[in-house]
């Protein structure tokens, strides 16, 4: 069965580094996600991604962070200058079409900023 | 703005007992529904959904979910749990105007079965 792929699985960066999370959507799927999730916290959403373009984002996502699908199978997450506040387990998730469809979700990156 | 409650922040049974997860929303229009899991090192994955008809909806491994309109609940239940059910269930929900949209999720129950 297809699923959502992330890498890396864990990453530790130091505060103000660049990161980049990778994802590879399920091949036919159209619309694509980034949620994370703090520890102990809920699943926030963060942001989706369709048509080539951002369709919405949440309060989180401002101007450090970033997405991108630069080729036909990958979707990037990239944060600018980690803060610490930007530990957490972040996923990604794709969807085949809206309607009567459901979003398939990565096994997560856990990301650590010292 | 939309929100998701989860009553139990974690439930302890023994095998073969009963569960029911409480979920509740909150949210005007209309909704699609779902539960989630997230077995011990795995990703999530999609236990039920529901997006119209029959409020009674039957997902995988024997869980089902009931949507009552009037209490905006959506709550998962199961007959006879087993220990391989051990795992973390999160109720969400996007609103149904906007079907490609986010997901709002619950805060999660672990769910520990005792041998």
């Known amino acids: 069965e297809p699923e959502v792929t992330q890498t890396p699985s864990h990453q530790v960066t130091q505060m103000g580094q660049e990161v980049i999370l990778r994802c590879v959507p399920i091949?036919?799927?159209?619309?694509f996600y980034w949620y994370r999730q703090i520890l102990g916290q809920k699943v926030e959403f963060l942001v989706s991604f369709y048509n080539n373009e951002i369709s919405e984002k949440s309060e989180i996502f401002d101007d450090q962070f970033s997405v991108e699908r630069p080729d036909g199978s990958n979707f990037t997450l990239k944060i600018r200058s980690t803060k610490l506040e930007d530990s957490a387990m972040y996923f990604c998730a794709s969807m085949r079409l809206a309607g009567v469809y459901e979003q398939y979700f990565g096994p997560g990156t856990r990301l650590t900023v010292t | 703005a939309q929100s998701v409650s989860q009553h139990n922040h974690h439930v302890i049974l023994s095998e073969a007992a009963s569960l029911e997860l409480g979920c509740n929303y909150s949210y005007g229009g209309t909704v699609n529904l779902f539960w989630y899991v997230q077995y011990p090192g795995q990703h999530l994955q999609l236990l039920l959904k529901y997006f119209s008809g029959d409020p009674l909806v039957k997902g995988i491994k024997g869980f089902e979910a009931e949507f009552i309109k009037s209490k905006f609940s959506f709550n998962l239940r199961k007959p006879s749990v087993q220990w391989s059910d051990t795992a973390e269930y999160f109720c969400a929900v996007n609103a149904n105007y906007n079907q490609g949209g986010k997901l709002i999720f619950g805060q999660g129950t672990e769910l520990s079965v005792k041998p």
């Open positions: 091949s036919n799927h159209l619309y």
